[in-house]
């Protein structure tokens, strides 16, 4: 197998295939990386067909046979010139602490927006609607009731809007009509 054929894969095709290694299936390495399952399929489907492999499982194997041998190779070039600083052998600068977000058992966030690692007061606005990646909807008996009477007001909105539309687009037709004639 080329190296040019692993550099075609991109970090999320490595993740994936990682996940596939550690025997992990789509839904799992989904959860873990905050995508759907279908698109994780897709990423390890355009994996398989990147590096001419047979299934997944041969994918995963050969993309960690690949990383064996890459980090070997360096090893051995630190070993080599042991007094040359290479990218990741002085570790000269530690890695920056990131602040962790603070969420919900559901993966959504908490307290609104995170600036500065602080979450601001500001409160969240609960859709009516799961999002994305959420296990569940987590809207209170109360939030739930005041969406009824909001989606009500908004349905009667867009329905006046198209009323008045309709009869402008009449009154128009007519005028134009009339002058035809």
Known sequence: MTPER????????RECLRGVRELKGSKEIAAELGLGKSTVDGYLTEAVRLLGAR???DAALMLAEHEASVDQAIENEQNTYPDKIMPDSARLVAPPEVM?????????????VVSAGHA????????????????????GLVERLLWIPTIAVGLAIGFGMLATGLDVMTRVIDAVASHAR
């Open 6 to 13: 692993f550099n075609l894969l991109t970090r999320r095709h």
């Open 55 to 57: 299934n997944r499982r």
């Open 100 to 112: 962790p977000i603070p969420s919900a058992p559901d993966g959504s966030t908490v307290g609104g």
């Open 120 to 139: 601001s007061a500001l409160p969240r606005l609960n859709l009516p609607i799961r999002r994305r990646g959420q296990h569940r909807n987590d809207m």
